[in-house]
């Protein structure tokens, strides 16, 4: 199969690459390089079957040039900061909603028709019901990121009635492990390196989120693929567990050797838009017979150790 | 108060100028007279507590210009074109979701905190649960123009949590009544003005929609403005009947004493992303203290009756 990756020099897009690469994949990474490193397709860019174009998804022209003769699009490109949209909304409309739209454009103008994507826990809003099912109550948004990943399910489950197109929609919860470069294990690392006394935390610390390693992820999104037959395809990708805000601090300063002080800002969300419990029903994805090699705590480790042996991640992110 | 009403000049929207003005608000229409009509607004225009701003929804500096000073936005503007999406993608993104996010903005510079949206029951899909309730399963998309008016949702309630303001949602059933100007009704008349001996029928004249008359639609809508408090609040709008295509066909026949030959193209769907069966649970408008005037059968005769005498509107669109 030729498939284009769209953030293929990002995080979870970087490992997605790879793992296609490796089952015998045809692999474009598409990529403007602003918040992805080429230093994250060093691997890749050893295989024959491998090509990087350096681009946007703001650029359709240049879309619909990269997805000639693709069987596949695994869109991962996306503005991923949950906790900013408020500083500038329309990141969020124009990075994820307009590209989604010129996404689908691009694979209209060349009768690609099979669609990954990169959707989030965060469509589910303060979620009634914990752990969350796909089938949920119709949610209400609270960020900005979320409204936006939701219009992208919306137009492409409105591509596949209308066009013929075949979606696979993946609602993450937070994704850790080897790259990973923003997100609270990245703030607290850092913070840490600076200040190994203190710690402070946005909120009570008592957040209850839910976390994936990024191998586990990227295994699910090629096993739904393979085994999801609908024209539209949705599932929640997690382990079904949860854990603390505070739970996570105490593995990553055990993991670094350190006791800091913590402090918290208190209150039950860390930042306005911030959802109070995230925790999924990942049943669905299960019931095709995948399953997550890594618990929680291990990613969090695992993410721990990923930055202290990578810290020119940590350096170029500040 | 003092409000704009985007898409003033549009059927629903100078339906609800009217009402306005006559429970004594100061009312701005604004509207690009691409599809609504200056002729609807000559009531309106002999108020001293009207005006009229021709501008579009794509203009945020017009926008926000217009929306200084003012209490609220009911915010109707849209390209409400469903059945033709997938001829023109990019319509329903620009007129529906980038029109509402302009909207927002346009609002957020002046401090306008208050919202009223007209999205559509078109936003549940093919629904699983007949009646459907507002708080129905996470539904899937299946056209363009449904996709648009939930993204404008998930933009106005992210707006709600990100910037404090507070937003009433309206997933309206079809609109019925006078200055009815699209639509199963007017395509109908429209043809058998053209031929009064054959009616021809897109799908197998089973599929079952529901109708409300547009003066029962604005009551509603002010009822809901008035006592809704919440910071979201979201409320389907119907009478909660539903009728067959075949039904309505007979009822605009019989008003208009024709007895046509009917012919269908078959299937269960008239079109691509056409939605089988349409009803909705009104209760929550319910509860608040309104109900509807007119059933559906009254709204569709009405409707004829407007159209007949009014071609000028049916030459118009032609």
Redesign the interface.
Known sequence: MKCVVTGGAGFIGSNLVDCLLARGDQVIAYDNLVSGFREFLTDASKHSAFEFVEGDVGDVDLLARTFRGVDMVFHFAANADVRF??NH??KD?KQN??AT?NV??AMRRNAVKRIAFSSTSSV??EARIIPTP???????????Y???K??G???I???C???GFQSWIFRFVSILGARYTHGHVFDFVNKLRANPQELHILGNGLQTKSYMDVSDCVGAILTAVERGKDK?N?FNLGTGDACTVNQSVGWICERLGLAPKLTYSGGERGW??DIPVIQLDASRVRKLGWQPKYGIRDSVVRTVDWLTANTWALEARK
Chains 1, 2 share one sequence.
């Open positions: 949209g408020t909304p329309e409309l909603t307009i739209f689908l454009e589910y809003g796909e089938d949920a109550p119709f949610p209400i948004q609270t960020s900005l979320a409204a936006s939701l219009a399910e919306g137009l489950t409105a591509y009635e209308g066009f539209v949705i306005i838009g």
